[in-house]
């Protein structure tokens, strides 16, 4: 163990080294929000498919940003990538952790009983569109609703795995790392997403 | 023959469904891309704000010495200002105006215990680390 001839001395080395210079500090910023804006409309739609309310969404994205830049921030720029998903992930999970719970507790209240399909839907949703959408466009909207229903009905690991391999591009090990699992389990989960997403999609695809 | 048909049908699927995916990021409202915008620059704020703090109270064991150091002379303020030791101080001296500069130097005095029990372990180890020292 080392020794130090001041208190200051030892706090230096207890706390850690000294700060970085003004200039690499800026650098790291706009990195920083270069990453963050390059990936945040992602992240939300893939929130949004797990979580399938939009604001709840916009919360989990805007506190992972927060988590990433807050704690992540000093690290290289590499590791971001899964280090945001995995803390995205983290956050949908509590998330739905938490609807679990109070979806439980609700059940014993006396009262009118939510109703998880009619959720924060908007009247205006269902005025119909003055425009008709052309076939084909109702048909990329059919497929994208069935994509999205299936990825749901999909155990969360595997979705995850399906999503971030994907949609996000990441690679098995960046995958494992968001996941905190080892890249065999990723490409189980994977394999079986893969597998369970034909047999439900086989008839529109 | 079977392995290939299963390949081809994966791909299909994949490039299929991230095509859809993509095009449904594509076609987010604009109010979604605005509160997205929002929260990446309070994210970005966040990392530079805590960047930008001046070293001193970027570290905790100083921050929190200095609490500790504040709740000390607090306390033998107390201690000897206090209405049992009072007799000779005259109105000038009170020991409020002692205790007003004291919270004005540092305003974390009032969590210095918390922050003395959050740096135990750092107390313990400079401990240790004095008491290996070789003599010389």
Not at chain 1, 132 to 159: C, G
Not at chain 1, 160 to 184: K, P, Q, W
Not at chain 2, 39 to 53: E, I, L, P
Request: glycine share 6%.
């Amino acid at each position: 163990m080392p020794a130090f001839d001041t208190l200051t001395e030892a706090w230096m080395v207890w706390d850690g080294p000294a700060p970085a210079p003004r200039g690499v500090v800026l650098e790291q910023t706009r990195e920083l929000d270069r990453f963050l804006a390059e990936i945040e409309r992602r992240a939300f739609r893939m929130a949004q498919v797990a979580l399938r309310d939009p604001d709840d969404a916009l919360d989990v994205v805007q506190d992972a940003m927060l988590k990433l830049a807050r704690n992540y921030g000093k690290r290289p720029s590499a590791e971001w990538r899964p280090l945001f998903y995995r803390i995205l992930e983290n956050g949908i999970r509590d998330l739905q952790r938490r609807r679990s719970v109070r979806k439980r507790f609700m059940t014993w209240l006396p009262g009118p009983k939510e109703d998880p399909d009619n959720e924060a839907q908007d009247p205006l949703d269902s005025v119909a569109d003055g425009a008709a959408p052309v076939p084909e466009q109702l048909m990329q909207a059919q497929a994208l609703e069935k994509l999205e229903s299936s990825l749901r009905e999909l155990p969360a690991r595997q979705r995850e795995a399906f999503m971030l391999r994907n949609f996000e591009g990441l690679d098995v090990a960046e995958t494992a790392t968001a996941m905190g699992c080892s890249e065999g389990s990723v490409k189980t989960h994977y394999s079986r997403a893969v597998h369970t997403l034909r047999e439900q999609l086989g008839e529109v695809w | 023959m079977n392995e290939e048909i299963l390949q081809t049908g994966q791909q299909a699927l994949e490039e299929r469904s991230r095509a859809l995916f993509h095009e449904s990021v594509n076609n987010l409202d604009m109010r979604t891309r605005s509160r997205l915008n929002q929260a990446r620059q309070a994210a970005v704020a966040a990392a530079a704000g805590a960047r930008r703090r001046p070293w001193l109270l970027r570290m905790p064991v100083l921050t929190s010495a200095g609490g500790f150091a504040a709740a000390a002379v607090l306390g033998v303020a107390l201690w000897f200002g206090g209405p049992l030791s009072h007799h000779a101080a005259a109105p000038a001296e009170s020991p409020f105006e002692d205790l007003e500069l004291v919270a004005a130097t540092d305003e974390g005095a009032g969590d210095a215990i918390d922050m003395l029990q959050d740096d135990v372990d750092f107390y313990d180890w400079a401990d240790k680390a004095a008491s290996t020292e070789p003599t010389a």
